[in-house]
């Protein structure tokens, strides 16, 4: 079973403010991807120009967007059409996300940044680990990138590649299938993006998870499995 | 001499009921009659001076419930008493406090006491109190105020006055326990009966006198003086200071003025005064004003004895 | 969602300053409206309970509230003194129990209290240590005046001179301490009380010298006549008065004509209080007898109305206060979009997000709120306190 797929999906974008999720301001333009699939523990380099609708592609595969038409079915799971809070717990324990701009929470420590998708969770959910084990997960992971000493400094007190490094730890914290980074190299310098892309991959690599991630670095794009243009995706689609 | 060991088994008795029945008074190290503040459920009552104090004894009588009277021990004239702080304690928790007045008890411009329970006994003859014409006083500055000596004040030598302060006394025991107004009546009637009869004895004993002056060694006397119409003087001698030269000459003038034979006494002078005396053909005769708690007999045995000393030296 | 109100917690816990300057702002906003009330409630309890306690005072015609202030209180200027022969008078009436004062003088900046023993039966007040009155010159002093000038039975204290350069005006007396009075939670805890005839020596009506008939005293005689002697002004005065002295202490003038703060008096029943009342109604009287609990309630008719406005000026500040609060709450929420948009793309729900929001108000507040209310119970505790504090600046 793949682990995305997209089947003529199209999308609006609506106003300003809900086109706040990808580059693209301009009300109307209709996103289409004819076909995409991934297959599980695949990872895609996304390219495309500036505006072309990668983030939103992410978003729709993350389910943070719903397409007007067609159908995206991640791990399985029809995630078009799906209620909010079905789609938000999916998101939360089935996808580990990586943004640009790192987006820690300044006021909790390293720790408990990557501790958050734990704290979002629903307290009914049957699926929850305990606060220790979380705590111990967590701990581990930050370990496995050099920060086990750090974890309760504030992410102020970190450079931009450890923020990033926490970063990948708290996309990681549930295992998920599926981890999307946008652009994650896009505020670091050379020695970073090596660093943090060696990062993501070795993390999918060792939860063979699939991982999608937006980049416009060439440098890094033989790493990956697929590179894959976004602009062909309303052409020809895309499948391995 | 029966008579007199009749008295001193009385007082004893007396002492005896006293020590029986204030089972709180007890000798302080000082020497001073202490009174504990235990509450003994009978009203007490401290009187300033001795006449006061026999006076309230006699009338308070002595029943179990019969108001408490002390009298603080005082070594010298009660009338230059300056009470200690242990003495001022007993007289703030005293129900009852018998002054005899006429600006008798100096003290009281200086100690704090409620007013309330003050009794001046001479307050009923204010109007009747010897005002005294020889008195030193002063002032501060040309135009400052005096500072009055003000009355004499050894009222009770008068038995008729004597008399007025047993029957104020009275009243006041009355106040203090008015369940016991019956007993006090009658105890004061004794007691103004004895005070009659020494009255008549003393003018009798006076009357041998005429208009022939007496010397009185201290100004002490006004009242008796008054009571009797004598015609006396005052000296401002002390019984155990030997007058000096000068003093004797002031005595001389005087004696030419007034030739009297016979010299009043508060206490025993000294031999050799009293022999200068004799040799000016001025006999001592020793008048005690009983202002103090005598060692041994009372009130009236003093009087009594005045009496007889006075008699003696007329006759 | 409980992760949300530890999330919230944190974040409040990053901002202190923040949080503190709010919950300040808050806590000022609940507490000052209550306090002000509170205070002013328990301290015209303690001001009504003192004067209803006082049935009637007597003083010389004037200002009512400065003599009625003065006599319980102990404060404020002075009022025009009456003379010892009212007290006289009025005790001849036989219609009460009469106490006297004397507040002229003060020592240490604790006021002096001349009176008589009456005083401290009428106030029921007790002794802690040491014992009552017994002469002049000695004095009982008030708990917090004990604590504060840090005596005790045996030490000593001196009135405060009026004038150090006027050679007739008022010299300082040297007074020992005999007894502390156990607290009173009134103004009497502040006082020290003397024997009112040693105000009267303090103010000179009265003095101890050397005796002026004694050979020794004749440097300090301007002259001798007719039995009188007078003084002149080199004869040394006692500073203070003890058992060896007490006798060389005498006064000079008519002591009917000393003079009295006040006169408190105690009639027994109605009756007789309607006919002191009446004995001093008249205007044309160089006296006035009045029932402090009456000029009391005049007096805090006034301080409640201006109460009011107070705390009607606080509620505006505290609208204001509301105001600029929300002002900033929103600029804090605007302030963190970029956090939310973080967290819903992870998953939380708009209700999650909502309720970290809300856990930011509701620490707040309710720390606000807890925080105030500490502040108003201690109030009430120590509001007498406060008062005296007041009362003594």
Not at chain 2, 20 to 39: F, K, P, R, Y
Not at chain 3, 211 to 231: C, F, M, Q, Y
Request: hydrophobic share 45%.
């Amino acid at each position: 079973m793949p682990m995305i797929e997209m089947k003529e999906v199209s999308f609006r974008y609506k106003s300003a403010a809900a086109s706040a999720f990808s580059a693209k301001e301009n009300s109307g333009f209709v996103m289409r991807i004819r076909s995409l699939k991934v297959l599980r523990g695949e990872r895609i380099a996304l390219v495309g120009p500036s505006g072309s609708g990668k983030t939103t592609l992410l978003s729709l595969v993350a389910g943070i967007l719903q397409p007007d038409f067609g159908t995206v079915r991640v791990d399985g799971q029809e995630i078009s059409g799906l209620g909010d809070s079905l789609v938000r717990q999916f998101r939360i324990s089935r996808v580990g996300q990586v943004f640009q701009s790192f987006e820690l929470l300044d006021y909790l420590s390293i720790l408990e940044n990557v501790m958050l998708p734990w704290y979002l969770r629903r307290d009914s959910s049957n699926t929850v680990m305990s606060k220790a084990n979380c705590r111990r997960r967590a701990q581990a992971l930050l370990a496995d990138v050099g920060l086990a000493a750090r974890i309760n400094d504030q992410p102020g007190h970190l450079s931009q590649g450890e923020q990033q490094r926490v970063a990948v730890c708290r996309a990681m914290l549930n295992h998920p299938p599926l981890i999307l980074a946008d652009e994650p190299t896009g505020n670091l310098d050379q020695d970073n993006k090596q660093t943090v892309v060696d990062l993501l991959l070795q993390q999918a690599r060792r939860h063979d998870s699939t991982l999608l991630m937006v980049t416009h670095d060439q440098s890094l794009l033989d790493r990956f499995d697929s590179i894959v243009d976004i602009c062909s995706l309303s052409r020809e689609g895309f499948q391995r | 001499m029966t008579r007199e060991l009749y008295m001193r088994l009385f007082i004893g008795l007396l002492c005896g009921l006293l020590l029986a029945t204030c089972g709180d008074i007890e000798q302080g190290q000082s020497g001073v009659e202490q009174i504990s503040l235990v509450n003994t459920g009978r009203p007490l009552v401290v009187a300033s001076n001795y006449p006061l104090f026999y006076f309230a004894r006699q009338i308070a009588g002595d029943s179990a419930d019969a108001p408490q009277i002390v009298f603080p021990e005082i070594p010298d004239d009660p009338a230059f008493w300056i009470p200690s702080s242990d003495q001022i304690l007993l007289l703030q928790s005293a129900d009852l406090i018998l002054l005899n007045g006429a600006g008798y008890e100096s003290w009281l411009d200086w100690v704090t006491l409620n007013r309330k329970y003050l009794f001046d006994t001479s307050a009923g003859f204010a109007n009747n109190l010897i005002e005294l014409d020889e008195s030193l006083t002063h002032q501060h500055g040309p135009s400052g105020e005096h500072a009055h000596q003000g009355v004499a004040f050894t009222t009770w030598l008068d038995p008729s006055l004597a008399k007025e302060q047993a029957d104020a006394v009275a009243n006041a025991l009355q106040r203090l326990a008015p369940n016991q107004t019956e007993t006090f009546r009658n105890n004061l009637s004794a007691l103004q009966a004895r005070l009659d009869k020494i009255d008549s004895e003393l003018a009798d004993a006076f009357a041998v006198l005429g208009e022939q002056p007496i010397l009185f060694s201290h100004p002490v006397y006004q009242y008796l003086q008054r009571r009797y119409g004598l015609n006396g003087v005052s000296l401002h001698w002390e019984p155990d200071v030997e007058p000096g030269t000068g003093a004797w000459i002031e005595f001389q003038k005087l004696l030419r003025q007034y030739p009297a034979t016979i010299m009043l006494w508060e206490a025993e002078p000294l031999p050799v005064t009293a022999a200068r005396l004799s040799q000016q053909g001025v006999r001592s005769v020793v008048f005690q004003t009983a202002s103090n708690r005598p060692d041994q007999s009372d009130y009236f045995e003093i009087l009594s004895n005045n009496v007889k000393q006075l008699s003696k030296a007329l006759n | 969602m409980s992760g949300a109100w530890y999330l919230g917690w944190r974040y409040l816990a990053f901002h202190k300053i923040k949080c503190a300057t709010l919950m300040a702002s808050i806590t000022l906003m609940l507490f000052l409206p209550a306090a002000t009330r509170v205070l002013v409630s328990d301290s015209a309890a303690a001001l009504t309970a003192r004067a209803n306690n006082t049935p009637l005072l007597l003083g010389a015609a004037g200002s009512r509230l400065e003599l009625v202030l003065n006599s319980l209180y102990f404060q404020t200027g002075q009022p025009a003194a009456v003379s010892n022969k009212t007290l006289e008078q009025v005790q001849a009436t036989g219609l009460g129990e009469f106490i006297p004062l004397n507040t002229r003088f003060q020592s240490l900046g604790h006021p002096i209290v001349g009176t008589t023993l009456d005083y401290f039966a009428f106030r029921g007040l007790k002794l802690a240590e040491g014992r009552q009155l017994g002469m002049l010159g000695e004095c009982v002093i008030g708990a917090a005046a004990a604590v504060q000038q840090d005596i005790g039975i045996g030490d000593y204290l001196v009135s405060s001179p009026e004038t150090v350069f006027d050679i007739a005006g008022v010299y300082p007396l040297k007074m020992t301490v005999v007894g502390v009075l156990e607290p009173s939670g009134s103004a009497d805890d502040d006082a020290i009380f003397v024997d009112i005839r040693t105000t009267w020596i303090i103010q000179g009506l009265g003095h101890g010298h050397q005796d002026l008939s004694r050979p020794e005293a004749r440097a300090a005689i301007l002259n001798r006549k007719e039995g009188v002697i007078t003084a002149n002004a080199a004869v040394s005065q006692h500073t203070e008065i003890s058992a060896h002295n007490i006798a060389d202490f005498h006064f000079h003038g008519n002591s009917s004509d000393f003079p009295l703060t006040s006169i408190i008096a105690v009639p027994p029943d109605e009756k007789s209080a309607t006919l002191l009342r009446g004995r001093y109604l008249s205007d044309e009287q160089d006296l006035q007898l009045l029932v402090p609990s009456t000029v009391l309630d005049e007096l805090l008719e006034t301080v409640f109305t201006v109460q009011n406005y107070v705390v009607l000026g606080l509620a505006m500040l505290g609208l204001a206060t509301v105001a600029v609060i929300i002002l900033v709450f929103m600029l804090s929420q605007q302030l963190r979009r970029g956090e939310f948009h973080t967290l819903s793309r992870i998953g939380a729900s708009r209700t999650y997000i909502g309720l970290l929001v809300a856990s930011e108000l509701v620490f707040i507040f309710v720390g606000s709120t807890l925080l105030a209310t500490l502040l108003i119970l201690g109030m009430k505790q120590y509001a007498l306190q406060i008062l005296q504090g007041f009362l003594t600046l």
